[in-house]
């Protein structure tokens, strides 16, 4: 009845729970399993997140679609997590990669609404107007920021610098001002009106390194000596002189950085005078515990000659030179020998003690064990050196004690050139002999004795030099002094001789370029002449032909392996036949080219089976018959073998 009525009875609404299972078995089970075994497994049949295709787009329609379906998402987003700034900072920054300005510029401001008191919301903002040179957006907008946002410094660091990379010094200086009006924290103390505000050590600092940014040398220099009126009793006084003196060193003005260590030395007490004297004590200290380290002693020179004493220079200039390299090996001398070329120049160019100068090169050619090895450019040096205060007779002394001592190349060729350019010409002829009885093989050497010859108008003395050179037995680069030969020869217009040198190198060499470049010669020497009949033409032509013909004879009969050579051969003279024109015959070349083939060959490897490669291979007329008897007698002559082999 009460069912009826709408009421449920108390059995209706109880709750029915399962039994509690009764487990038989209690004692642990044979194979546990762990945590980690089943999120592994979780993990394993986990299916493979979806990831969209790629979509590639081909028509301007498909592109309006896509850039209509990423607005619509993008616009569901901020509208849901409006809250979100890497929401409107992914928006922004798609609109912008689509080269759509006006859209990003609006999807910043609708993210501006929400979080303009986010400084990292202004200056992504800018940062997209100067990444893509809209300048005056980024200077309005950075004007927006400061005015909103004050006390960020970070906004004034940017809008300053954006102004100094744009060359607008005048426009950052105005900046500074706004800046300074809001009486900034530590961090800005660089313009006039805070160094006002904060008269310390470091305000001044930064305010005289961006004048000298700017290069504003002259502002900087009075930024400087006003901090040293002020600040010459402050507890930071120090940092200040050394910033000053190292200024100074900047602008090689070594004599007023000189000035400023002495005022600073004696205006500060040693106690506190810790800056001028540390990088002396770190230097000493570390030479000390290694003497062979020679960038540390170039270090402390450099400290030195920024003081300025000479004594001083000298003495660690001295001490540096006493650590010789314990091996005689040239590795080892070559940073230690600097250490020598600095200090000659110094006396050379600060010092202006040029007996001095000449007594460290002296020094130092003594110390070299030159009958292990030597080092030419102390030679040179010194030689040099010697030049400068036209002293020759003495420059002239060291060149030929070097060329005794120790002969280089570098020295042979320093000297000639130096005795070129004074015009001896017979001194330059003894040392070209000298160089040559040295190093008979220097090809170099050989072709520029004769371009000098060559230069006096001297062609007979060319001649015989060059018919020296490739008369030697051994030479580093005979194709080049062939070359030059033969190359000086036609520019002489002997044309005759020149065809006696390529047949003499012919009997040295049959290579391929020596081939070609002699039927060139003979194509180009048809050309040469002004005036000639078209009979002598004809006879030039054939000349280059007959040279042609000799060589596919040669590579045919004497070299039938080369047969790519041979290819490229054939290549030239139809190349020659097309480039003559009406008289060139370009049939009878190209009945000779070759074939090519694509073959394989089995190549035996140490560590596995053998493998085949692909080859080109060239067939050329008439040895097409004679290949394949060749193929059938190798053939017949295996199955005969193996027909033996068989039997036994």
């Given at each position: 009845m009460a069912s009826s009525l709408g009421y449920l009875t108390r059995k209706e609404t109880e709750v029915k729970l399962p039994k509690a299972t009764w487990v038989k078995n209690k004692t642990p089970a044979p194979i546990q399993i762990t945590a980690e075994q089943i999120l592994r497994e979780a993990r394993e049949r986990q299916e493979s997140e979806f990831k969209l295709p790629k979509q590639k787009i081909s028509d301007p329609t498909e592109l309006a679609d896509y850039r209509l379906r990423k607005r619509k998402e993008?616009?569901?987003?901020?509208?849901?997590?409006?809250?979100?700034?890497?929401?409107?900072?992914k928006y922004a920054k798609w609109e912008e990669s689509q080269e759509d300005f006006k859209r990003a510029r609006s999807v910043w401001e609708r993210a501006l609404d929400h979080h303009c008191r986010d400084h990292t919301m202004w200056l992504k903002y800018a940062d997209m107007e100067m990444k893509n040179k809209f300048v005056n957006h980024a200077r309005n907008l950075w004007d927006r920021a400061v005015d909103l946002l004050p006390r960020v410094d970070q906004l004034w660091y940017k809008y300053i610098h954006m102004e100094e990379m744009l060359g607008n010094v005048a426009g950052a200086r105005q900046i500074f001002e706004r800046w300074m009006a809001w009486m900034p924290d530590q961090q800005g103390e660089i313009f006039e009106r805070f160094v006002e505000c904060h008269p310390r050590v470091g305000a001044w600092i930064r305010f005289a390194k961006f004048e000298m940014k700017n290069g504003e040398i002259g502002r900087a220099r009075d930024c400087y000596e006003r901090a040293a009126d002020k600040l010459s009793g402050d507890e930071e006084a120090e940092h200040l002189f050394v910033a000053f003196a190292e200024f100074e060193e900047k602008c090689k003005e070594i004599e007023r950085a000189r000035c400023?260590?002495?005022?600073?030395?004696?205006?500060?007490?040693?106690?506190?005078?810790?800056?001028?004297?540390?990088?002396?004590?770190?230097?000493?200290?570390?030479?000390?515990?290694?003497?062979?380290?020679?960038?540390?002693?170039?270090?402390?020179?450099?400290?030195?000659?920024?003081?300025?004493?000479?004594?001083?220079?000298?003495?660690?200039?001295?001490?540096?030179?006493?650590?010789?390299?314990?091996?005689?090996?040239?590795?080892?001398w070559q940073r230690y020998i600097y250490l020598w070329i600095n200090y000659a120049l110094y006396e050379e160019v600060q010092a202006q003690d040029m007996e001095r100068a000449r007594d460290v090169?002296?020094?130092?050619?003594?110390?070299?064990?030159?009958?292990?090895?030597?080092?030419?450019?102390?030679?040179?040096?010194?030689?040099?050196?010697e030049i400068r205060q036209l002293r020759i007779k003495e420059a002239r002394l060291l060149l030929g004690q070097a060329i005794g001592r120790a002969p280089k190349d570098?020295?042979?060729?320093?000297?000639?050139?130096?005795?070129?350019?004074?015009?001896?010409?017979?001194?330059?002829?003894?040392?070209?002999?000298?160089?040559?009885?040295?190093?008979?093989?220097?090809?170099?050497?050989?072709?520029?004795?004769?371009?000098?010859?060559?230069?006096?108008?001297?062609?007979?003395?060319?001649?015989?030099?060059?018919?020296?050179?490739?008369?030697?037995?051994?030479?580093?680069?005979?194709?080049?002094?062939?070359?030059?030969?033969?190359?000086f020869e036609i520019s002489e217009g002997e044309f005759e001789r020149t065809r006696a040198l390529f047949e003499r190198l012919l009997n040295r060499t049959k290579h391929l370029k020596v081939w070609i470049s002699f039927a060139k010669f003979e194509a180009s020497a048809m050309g040469s002449e002004v005036e000639q009949d078209i009979v002598q033409t004809k006879n030039y032509l054939q000349r280059a032909r007959d040279v042609?013909?000799?060589?596919?004879?040669?590579?045919?009969?004497?070299?039938p392996e080369l047969k790519e050579e041979r290819a490229m051969l054939m290549e030239e003279w139809l190349t020659m036949e097309s480039g003559f024109g009406e008289l060139g015959d370009i049939n009878l070349v190209r009945s000779k080219l070759p074939k090519k083939l694509k073959k394989r060959r089995k190549i035996d490897m140490e560590d596995g089976p053998s493998m085949y490669e692909e080859y080109i291979d060239y067939l050329f007329p008439g040895e097409t018959q004679s290949t394949n008897l060749k193929i059938l007698e190798a053939a017949y002559k295996w199955k005969k073998q193996r027909v033996a082999s068989e039997e036994d």
């Open positions: 993008y616009e569901s987003l901020v509208s849901r997590v409006s809250w979100n700034k890497s929401v409107w900072v400023i260590y002495k005022f600073a030395l004696d205006r500060i007490p040693k106690g506190r005078a810790e800056d001028l004297y540390r990088k002396r004590f770190q230097c000493e200290d570390e030479v000390r515990k290694n003497p062979l380290s020679y960038d540390t002693w170039f270090e402390y020179i450099r400290l030195e000659e920024s003081v300025g004493n000479k004594e001083g220079i000298r003495e660690v200039y001295e001490r540096a030179i006493v650590n010789v390299p314990p091996a005689e090996e040239k590795r080892y090169y002296r020094e130092c050619l003594k110390l070299i064990p030159h009958k292990k090895f030597s080092i030419a450019k102390i030679w040179l040096l010194a030689a040099q050196f570098k020295v042979f060729k320093k000297y000639i050139e130096i005795e070129l350019h004074l015009g001896n010409i017979d001194r330059c002829r003894k040392l070209y002999e000298k160089y040559l009885e040295w190093s008979p093989e220097n090809c170099y050497a050989w072709s520029k004795f004769a371009e000098l010859e060559r230069s006096l108008n001297e062609m007979e003395r060319a001649r015989a030099i060059f018919e020296l050179a490739i008369d030697q037995p051994s030479l580093d680069m005979p194709e080049l002094l062939w070359k030059a030969y033969i190359d042609f013909e000799r060589a596919v004879s040669y590579f045919r009969n004497s070299a």
